[in-house]
């Protein structure tokens, strides 16, 4: 069984206007911080959700928009935005997003919103899925080159029907330690219609993982934040890779530095001279992971990416020396998997998404940063 079906209650989806089924039974989980990245130029992304799944985005997402200069401050504010953005979406709140091949009775119809078609479509348009029964407009299909395959359910269009006899709890962190999975940070990713993969800004096979890009873009903004303005250094190794270069060029240089590092559940209570901790989030509650003593800052990581940035485990790419034991086949005559030959990139949109939604961005060493995102983005940091 999936990870994530064993630990939370199981309901499915009902069609609002005549109560047709429109999914299999699903357990609801943290919402990805990937789940709007927008990456690279004609890659084709895989599907958003895990099987059985679903999540909801408690912001309003997709038409009606409004540009920023028809939205009060106050209500910009209201809406947990507090800085400048381009448009903000008038659309409902609490859309629910599953894996397409979740969805059950429902039709297809792009011809009707014909948003996207560069490669597919991408829901620009509004709903262009209906119910099978009752033609009710009940999600939007997005496959288009670039995003992330995914439905979302219109929270208007459908009801949420519980599951008999399927109540669980949510698995405890040393069940997560047990069970989850670390998220790899680099893999393969292919051009729209290729038989190959292509790199993300090259023609190298293999390419820094879009949700390792889409969380550094979200725990640096936290980063930022904590930061105060004053130099920030984390761990050496690929922590280190990942956010230092970026803390450096955004950060000025100087004494006062202060010290971000690992905690988490299996680790040890980090020095007393780290103030700014870089902790996992619940995969399927969302909830930020607390020590007992906690520090002034936390900055919250997906959980399969803080489990492979704090357990790395060992280094494979060389093959081990020695006999192996009888009866036991080699698996390393094939090269091991080349890595990006690029630096590490976050995030840039869903650094800019995060950063305007936390109140310090007010300040005006933060908002200076914010403002000269566009420039670091041409010089190649992002």
Avoid at 242 to 258: H, I, S
Avoid at 296 to 303: A, N, R, T
Wanted: with cysteine; aromatic share 8%; hydrophobic share 40%.
């Amino acid at each position: 069984m999936s990870l994530f079906r064993c630990g939370g209650r199981l309901f499915v989806f009902v069609c609002a206007g005549c109560g047709a089924r429109l999914t299999i039974p699903l357990s609801q989980v943290m919402l990805p911080v990937h789940a709007h990245q927008r990456y690279g130029n004609g890659v084709q992304l895989p599907v958003l959700m895990e099987s059985g799944t679903c999540a909801v985005d408690p912001e309003p997402w997709g038409p009606p928009w409004r540009r920023w200069e028809e939205i009060h401050p106050d209500e910009a504010a209201a809406r947990g935005v507090h800085a400048p953005v381009h448009a903000l979406s008038d659309g409902s709140p609490g859309a629910i997003v599953i894996a397409p091949g979740d969805a059950i009775g429902t039709l297809l119809t792009p011809e009707n919103r014909g948003g996207g078609y560069c490669c597919g479509v991408d829901g620009a348009d509004g709903p262009n899925v209906t119910c099978m029964e009752c033609a009710l407009p009940v999600a939007s299909r997005i496959d288009d080159c670039s995003l992330w395959q995914a439905m979302w359910l219109e929270p208007n269009a459908v009801r949420r029907l519980p599951v008999a006899g399927a109540d669980a709890v949510p698995l405890s962190w040393p069940e997560l330690m047990a069970e989850g999975k670390a998220t790899p940070p680099f893999e393969p990713i292919a051009a729209w219609g290729s038989r190959t993969a292509v790199g993300h800004w090259s023609n190298y096979s293999w390419s820094w993982s879009p949700q390792w890009e889409a969380a550094a873009g979200h725990a640096l903004a936290h980063l930022l934040a904590a930061s105060g303005g004053h130099p920030v250094i984390v761990p050496d190794g690929l922590v280190g890779q990942v956010f230092q270069r970026a803390l450096d060029a955004l950060l000025p240089t100087g004494p006062q530095a202060r010290r971000a590092g690992l905690a988490g559940p299996g680790l040890p209570a980090p020095g007393p001279d780290v103030s700014i901790l870089l902790v996992p989030s619940h995969p399927q509650t969302g909830r930020t992971w607390t020590s007992a003593d906690p520090a002034p800052h936390l900055v919250p990581l997906p959980f399969g990416v803080w489990l492979r940035l704090a357990f790395p485990g060992p280094d494979l790419s060389v093959p081990a020396p020695g006999a192996l034991p009888v009866g036991v086949l080699r698996d390393d005559f094939d090269p091991p998997a080349p890595h990006p030959r690029h630096l590490f990139r976050a995030d840039p949109a869903v650094l800019r998404h995060t950063l305007v939604r936390l109140p310090t961005v007010r300040s005006p060493w933060l908002r200076e940063i914010l403002e000269n995102l566009t420039g670091h983005m041409r010089s190649g940091l992002f």
